[in-house]
């Protein structure tokens, strides 16, 4: 039998023991293209000629490099909104029977703490609406526990 492999828009012939085997097929072409570790194989019988099989190797998209979202998640760093932080740190704060210097002092606080807590809060909100626009990706591996 005849195995013609389509492998990044080039045909390859390779030797039937090869060609019948995912697991050879794949160790066989990865030191060339490496993209074929994780990629699906597809065969299709010629249907002229029944000594004569097509295998697509198609690559599946990776993450390029980059953390899984759940790595880069656990790896920023956490802190609290800095306007509620300046809130918790000052419970009761009053301006009464302070000098105009202190009052400005925390007048510029409150107003660097108040930008730094919107961003946030803006942030926050983006990445939020980010997650509900994602599409579900489906999985052929069965979490654990079902």
Do not use: W
Request: contains cysteine.
């Amino acid at each position: 039998m005849k195995y013609t492999i389509k492998v990044e828009g080039q045909e390859l012939s390779v030797p039937a023991e090869i060609g019948v085997n995912d697991e050879l097929l794949t160790r066989a072409l990865a030191p060339v293209y490496p993209g074929v570790a994780n990629a699906r194989i597809k065969r299709i019988l010629d249907k002229d000629d029944d000594q004569h099989t097509f295998v697509e190797v198609i690559k599946q998209a990776g993450t390029k490099g980059y953390l899984s979202p759940l790595a880069q998640l656990t790896a920023c760093v956490g802190g609290m909104n800095p306007a509620i932080e300046f809130y918790m740190n000052y419970p009761a704060l009053t301006l009464v029977g302070k000098s105009p210097v202190e009052i400005e002092c925390f007048q510029s606080q409150i107003e660097t703490v108040c930008e730094e807590g919107e961003l946030q809060g803006k942030m926050i909100a983006a990445a939020l609406g980010r997650f509900q626009d994602a599409s579900p990706i489906p999985d052929m591996r069965v979490p654990v526990g079902f």
